[in-house]
T-cell receptor, first 110, second 116 residues
Framework: AQRVTQPEKLLSVFKGAPVELKCNYS??????LFWYVQYSRQRLQLLLR??SRESIKGFTADLNKGETSFHLKKPFAQEEDSAMYYC????????????FGQGTTLQVKP | NAGVMQNPRHLVRRRGQEARLRCSPM?????VYWYRQLPEEGLKFMVY????????ESGMPKERFSAEFPKEGPSILRIQQVVRGDSAAYFC??????????????FGPGTRLTVT
């Protein structure tokens, strides 16, 4: 079964501290993975995807097929990073179907 | 470009009534996706439509739910005879034509349905 698990509902860190939001997936093929973010009172938006290998707003994520993980990391958290983060997996049909995790709220304290 | 529009933003229905949720994709986009978010859960895929076609409805409940994306006008998600368990946030997303990148999805603000 295709599944995405984000084990933490809430992650609270102080400004300047490193951040790692965990994401594990279950998928039988070669998945495509994404991180979406929803800032307060804004729409859900794509943050990054593993095939682009970009760093967006200082965030990176590496696909680890051995551990079936796609953790989102940032070395120094900023207050404006506070948001809801969703890890997502592409479905097998290549029709744009996304399978989302439950989401993790990141709270960056001053 | 105003982005993906959804209306209404909030909808209250009594049990047994019908709910109609509308989604206008971004200008130039011809693919529409509907997702449902139940309280304390992530978004769950419901259906993927192109103009006048349902491409993937693997996430749609078998009864009471239907979706369409007509040649003209917005995409409609219709829920007949609503029950309390239908209370959720319903999100629409759109993507550009072609299947080069179906995951480049732009989300609307969502419609929060409350069934009393």
């Amino acid at each position: 079964a295709q599944r995405v698990t984000q084990p933490e509902k809430l992650l609270s860190v102080f400004k300047g501290a490193p951040v790692e939001l965990k994401c594990n997936y279950s998928y039988s093929g070669s998945p495509e993975l994404f991180w979406y973010v929803q800032y307060s009172r804004q729409r859900l938006q794509l943050l990054l995807r593993h095939i682009s290998r970009e760093s967006i707003k200082g965030f990176t994520a590496d696909l680890n097929k051995g551990e079936t993980s796609f953790h989102l990391k940032k070395p120094f958290a900023q207050e404006e990073d506070s948001a809801m983060y969703y890890c997502a997996l592409s479905g097998s049909s290549n029709t744009g179907k996304l399978i989302f995790g439950q989401g993790t709220t990141l709270q960056v304290k001053p | 470009n105003a982005g993906v529009m959804q209306n209404p933003r909030h909808l209250v229905r009594r049990r047994g009534q019908e709910a109609r949720l509308r989604c206008s994709p971004m200008k130039g986009h011809s693919h529409v996706y509907w997702y449902r978010q139940l309280p304390e859960e992530g978004l769950k895929f419901m259906v993927y439509l192109q103009k006048e076609n349902i491409i993937d409805e693997s996430g749609m409940p078998k009864e009471r739910f239907s979706a369409e994306f007509p040649k003209e006008g917005p995409s409609i998600l219709r829920i007949q005879q609503v029950v309390r368990g239908d209370s959720a946030a319903y999100f629409c997303a759109s993507s550009p034509p072609g299947l080069a990148d179906p995951y480049e999805q732009y989300f609307g603000p969502g419609t929060r349905l409350t069934v009393t």
